[in-house]
C-alpha cells in the first residue's frame, strides 16, 4: 500500500471533521475523495499531506510511520485548489523550486524542468510569471512543480474546483492520460460525482467526516452502500419504496405488476435522451428514456402511465 | 457621444488634480528653488556649505538614513506580528500604531523629553544628544514600514507557503525564498518614505535635541534660523538641498516598485 490511514481523528474546536477514517490507497492507482462540502476530504487530504496534524490515528507512507514526519520530509506533491503558484518567480523557476531546494546540479535541474514543462505543455511559457497564465495553465504548473521532487505520492485538492466547466473537462482527460504516462499514486479530492467516475479508478466516497464506501467507480455507481451514496453518485428517482436511477425505469402506458402509477407533467427533449418528468403519489420524479421510445409512446401532460424498475435494475430499499 | 463624456469626465478630472497639485505642491516648491538661485549658484554652495548648515544637513540624511533602515527590520518585524500572531491586546497594538501619525509632532517631542531626558524616570538621559535625535525620528516613523507591509502581508497567499514546505523547504528557506521577495517592494516603499519623513522633521526633534548647532541641530531647524535671522536665499538653498534629496528617495522608491510589480 502506498498510503494507509488507521483510525484518523481530527476537530477544529469544538467540530470534529474526521471520525475514526481508515483509507488504503494502492500503489500505483488513481483515487478520488469523493464527498459533499464539509465532509472532511480536504482535511483527510492534508492530513497525508502533513499540513494538518491528526488528533489520533496514523498516517503510513510507502511502509514508513509519517504521523509525526513535518510536511518537508514526506516527498509528497501537493496541488492546490487556487493553485499556490510562486508569484515572484517564473513558471521554471516554480517547477525548479523544489530541486534548488534540494541543492541539485543546474544543468540537472534545466534539464528535469525542460522535460516537466513538455509533459505540462508550457515548455513554451517557462519564462513567464504566473500572472501571465490562464487559470488551467497555472494549475498544469503547479502539477509540474509537485511531480518535480519525483514525490511518493501526489495529492490534489480539488485541483479543477476553480477552474471553468470547459476546462476543467479537459484537465479531466488529461489528467488521466497524464498518470497512464507517470504512474505516480495520487489521490484528488473532489465534490463531483462525474469527475470521480471520469477519471479515478478507486472512489473513495467521504460524508460527515466517515468513509461511507470504497470501491471502484462501477461498484459505487451500481452497488451504492447506501441512499446516500446511490443519490451522490448520480440521479434517482424513488419507486414504491426503492431508489431506483432513472434509466432503469420501464414506463408502460397500461397497468403493469409491480408498476406504480404516475402522471406526467412534462416531457424535455434532450438530443437523444428524453426526460419525462412525472409526479408519483404527489412527488416529483423522472424517468429517462430513448427519443425513440418516446416517439413511440406518444406522452403527453397529464397522461397517466405505469412505472416499474426495468429486469436487473439496480435498486436499493429506502426503509433500511 | 458616451464616450465624448466619459472623455470629458476624464479631461475634468485631470485638470483639476493638475490645478490641485500645481497651486499646493509643485509651484511652491518651485517658488522655492527658484527663490535659492536668487543670489548665484556660488551663493547657493557658500549657503548649503556654511559649517554649522552642513553640520546640520549630514546630520539629517545620516540619522533619517539610520532610521530607516531601523524602520525597515523592526517595522516588518512588527507588522508580522500584528498580521500573523494571535495574542490578548493585538487589536490595541494595532491602533496604538498609527499614534505617533494623529499626535502633533511637538507633543511627540515633549513626551520623549519627559521620558528620555535629564529628568528620566527610566534614568536614560538622551537629551541634547545625536541618540535624542534619532529616538525622536524613529517615533515619528514607526507607521510607515508597519502600514506599508501590513496589508501585503495580509493579502500573501498562505498556500504558497504549504506548497513550499511539501516541496521540502524548511521555515527559513520558505521565509527567505517565498515571502520575503514578496514582501521587499512593500518594505522598500514603506522605509522611502519613513526616509523622507526624517529628512523633513522639526516638531519632536526641536525639544530633545536642545537645537545645538554642530551636534544636534536638524536641517530643518538650521532652515528655521536662517529665515529668523533674514538670510531668506540661505534658507530657501537648505531648503532645495532637502528637496533633492527626498525626489532621489521617492524616484528610487519608484524605480523598485515598477521593478516589483514587472515579476508580481
Known sequence: ?320 | MTRSRVAGGTAAGLGIAVLYLSLIVLIPLAAVVWRSADEGPGYFWRSVTTPDAWAALTLTIGASALVALVNLVIGTVIAWVLVRDRFPGRAVLDTIIDLPFALPTIVAGLVLLALYGPQSPLGVNLAYSRAGVVLALMFVTLPFVVRTVQPVLLELDTEMEQAAASLGAKPFQTFRRIILPNLIPAMLSGTALAFTRAIAEFGSTVLISGNLPFKTQVAAVNLFSQIESDNITGAAAISTVLLVVALVALIALDVLQRWGSRRG
Open chain 1, 1 to 320: 500500500m502506498a498510503i494507509e490511514v488507521r483510525d484518523v481523528n481530527k476537530s477544529f474546536g469544538a467540530t470534529p471533521v474526521l471520525h475514526d477514517v481508515s483509507l488504503d490507497v494502492a500503489a500505483g492507482s488513481l483515487t478520488a475523495l469523493l464527498g459533499p462540502s464539509g465532509g472532511g476530504k480536504s482535511t483527510l487530504l492534508r492530513v497525508i499531506a502533513g499540513l494538518e496534524r491528526p488528533d489520533t490515528g496514523t498516517v503510513r507512507i510507502s511502509g514508513v510511520d509519517a504521523t509525526r514526519l513535518s510536511p518537508q520530509r514526506r516527498n509528497v506533491g501537493f496541488v492546490f485548489q487556487h493553485y499556490a503558484a510562486f508569484k515572484h518567480l517564473t513558471v521554471f523557476r516554480n517547477v525548479a523550486f523544489g530541486l534548488e531546494i534540494r541543492k541539485r546540479p543546474k544543468d540537472e535541474i534545466r534539464k528535469r524542468v525542460m522535460e516537466l514543462l513538455e509533459l505540462v505543455h508550457l515548455e513554451k511559457l517557462a519564462d513567464r510569471y504566473p500572472s501571465q497564465l490562464s487559470g488551467g495553465q497555472r494549475q498544469r504548473m503547479a502539477l509540474a512543480r509537485a511531480l518535480a521532487v519525483e514525490p511518493q505520492v501526489l495529492l490534489l485538492d480539488e485541483p479543477f474546483g476553480a477552474l471553468d466547466a470547459q476546462v476543467r473537462k479537459e484537465l479531466r482527460a488529461w489528467l488521466r492520460r497524464l498518470h497512464d504516462e507517470v504512474h505516480v499514486t495520487t489521490v484528488f479530492v473532489t465534490h463531483d460525482q462525474e469527475e470521480a467516475i471520469e477519471v479515478a479508478d478507486t472512489i473513495v466516497v467521504l460524508a460527515g467526516g466517515e468513509v461511507v464506501q470504497a470501491g471502484s467507480p462501477g461498484e459505487v455507481y451500481d452497488n451504492p452502500a447506501n441512499p446516500f451514496v446511490m443519490r451522490f453518485l448520480g440521479p434517482v428517482t424513488e419507486l414504491g419504496g426503492n431508489l431506483v436511477r432513472p434509466h432503469d425505469i420501464e414506463i408502460r402506458q397500461d397497468p403493469v405488476e409491480g408498476g406504480s402509477p404516475a402522471v406526467v407533467s412534462r416531457v424535455v427533449r434532450l438530443g437523444f435522451e428524453v426526460r419525462v418528468e412525472v409526479e408519483i403519489a404527489g412527488q416529483d420524479a423522472w424517468v429517462q428514456v430513448t427519443r425513440e421510445q418516446a416517439d413511440r409512446l406518444g406522452l403527453g401532460p397529464g397522461d397517466t402511465v405505469h412505472l416499474r424498475p426495468a429486469p436487473g435494475a439496480r435498486s436499493l430499499a429506502l426503509a433500511l
